[in-house]
């Protein structure tokens, strides 16, 4: 079974940054999209970023500019590197996996916490 093992959450100061990463267990057989979704409390679980192979980007509105997702498909591995971070950028942080065949794999979620 697949397991995504995201890195790289903490805590940082209004206007810092910080890059997640996420790394599948084993290799996934032909990945469509690698993305990244965050939950704050008391919300619903949002789409932050995701990227297609050979596709444009797509952002949520609240990020865009300041986030950038990028995939390795060799690696099995996505990144999130956040930058000019704000306390509503507080959330637990998911990424998922779909592969051609619509299988979706998510990880466990990381903490990430702006504030000073």
């Known amino acids: 079974q697949v397991q995504l093992v995201e890195s790289g959450g903490g805590l940082v100061q209004p206007g810092g940054s910080l890059r997640l990463s996420c790394a599948a267990s084993r290799s996934i057989y032909s990945i469509n999209v690698m993305g990244w979704y965050r939950q704050a409390p008391g919300k619903q679980r949002e789409l932050v970023a995701e990227i297609g192979t050979g596709g444009t980007p797509k952002y949520a509105d609240s990020v865009k500019g300041r986030f950038t997702v990028s995939g390795d498909v060799a690696k099995n591995t996505v990144y999130l590197q956040m930058s000019i971070l704000k306390p509503d950028d507080t959330a637990v942080y998911y990424c998922?996996?779909?592969?051609?065949?619509?299988?979706?794999?998510w990880g466990q979620g990381t903490q990430v916490t702006v504030s000073s």
């Open positions: 998922k996996i779909r592969d051609a065949l619509m299988r979706i794999y």
